[in-house]
């Protein structure tokens, strides 16, 4: 398979040669519109239980920079919400742009933000491992936060520091300790819609929950993450990491449920 990427060549308009589903009918990412979001009184809020919630490694796999996770029980999940049951963190990385204030996957009513944290969670409840639950109709949770340019971010200093040490593609290195929920907004609102992963294998697998409050980043922090680059340490090319976010996708019909609170 071509490798995919976000360039000219091998970006999202390309994806659906290699990646069919890419047209299908729950993609992701989409523009939510919170007027036209349906309110429904049903949806609980949701329950993150972070407590005994442990990283181990952060590495860059030449699309995003990923912190991992110890999936092997259910010490670190969410649940309530859209989802019948606890869902275990995997993961969380981040899609980003260049200078100003686009690089979100998400837009509200258009509206883009510098950044977005994905926190991906699987069923492993109804799923034996994250790749069966990653190709499930409801096996995957994303929780999606806004990254909006303003004053830095404190519970964000540790993880750009840690870029220096994952900078080129392929790099990992230990990352312990690090706990999520210093990064999430005062207010866990959200709105909630089926979708789909939003790079290749693009699963139509996700039950996505964006937050509607964002947090903030400060422009060098920004910065920390364009240091990080696509190109393996044994390449000669130095090409930056940056602007690898999908834009929207057709609503095809789905609904956008608004929680209460
Ligand atoms: C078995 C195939 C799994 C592919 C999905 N893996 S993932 O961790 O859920 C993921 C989600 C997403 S996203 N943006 O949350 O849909 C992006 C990248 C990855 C990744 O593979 O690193
Ligand atoms: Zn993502």
Redesign the pocket.
């Known amino acids: 398979r071509d490798p995919w990427g976000y360039g000219n060549e091998d970006g999202p308009d390309a994806w659906h040669k290699d990646y069919p589903i890419a047209q299908g009918n729950r993609q992701?990412p989409i523009d939510i519109i919170p007027e036209e979001a349906v309110h429904d009184a049903s949806l609980s809020p949701i329950f993150l239980s972070y407590d005994y919630c442990n990283s181990i490694n952060i590495y860059n796999?030449g699309?995003?920079v990923?912190v991992e996770f110890d999936d092997t029980d259910d010490r670190t999940v969410i649940r309530g919400g859209p989802l019948d049951n606890a869902y275990r963190l995997?993961?969380f990385?981040f899609?980003w742009g260049g200078k100003g204030n686009h690089g979100s996957?998400h837009t509200v009513r258009g509206k883009t933000y510098a950044s977005e944290l994905?926190l991906?969670h699987w069923n492993a409840a109804k799923y034996k491992t994250?790749?069966e639950a990653?190709?499930g109709p409801d096996g995957?949770a994303?929780i999606a936060i806004f990254l909006e340019k303003g004053d830095e971010h404190r519970g964000l200093h540790k993880i750009t520091d840690a870029f220096y040490m994952v900078k080129f593609k392929g790099s990992v290195a230990d990352f312990k300790g690090f706990n999520p929920k210093i990064l999430l907004p005062n207010s866990l609102v959200y709105w909630t819609y089926p979708g789909?992963?939003?790079?290749p294998?693009l699963?139509e697998s996700?039950t996505w929950i964006v937050l509607k409050e964002p947090i903030t980043v400060s422009e060098k922090q920004m910065g920390r993450f364009r240091m990080l680059l696509i190109s393996g340490e044994e390449e000669d090319d130095r090409t930056r990491m940056e602007n690898n976010f999908r834009p929207p996708q057709p609503l095809k019909g789905r609904k956008v449920r608004a929680s209460s609170n």
């Not at 789909?196 to 790079?199: G, I, R, V």
Request: hydrophobic letters at 35%; proline letters at 4%.
């Open positions: 992701s796999n699309h995003s990923i995997k993961q990385h899609h996957e994905h991906v994250f790749g990653a190709a995957l994303v789909s992963l939003t790079t294998p699963h996700v």
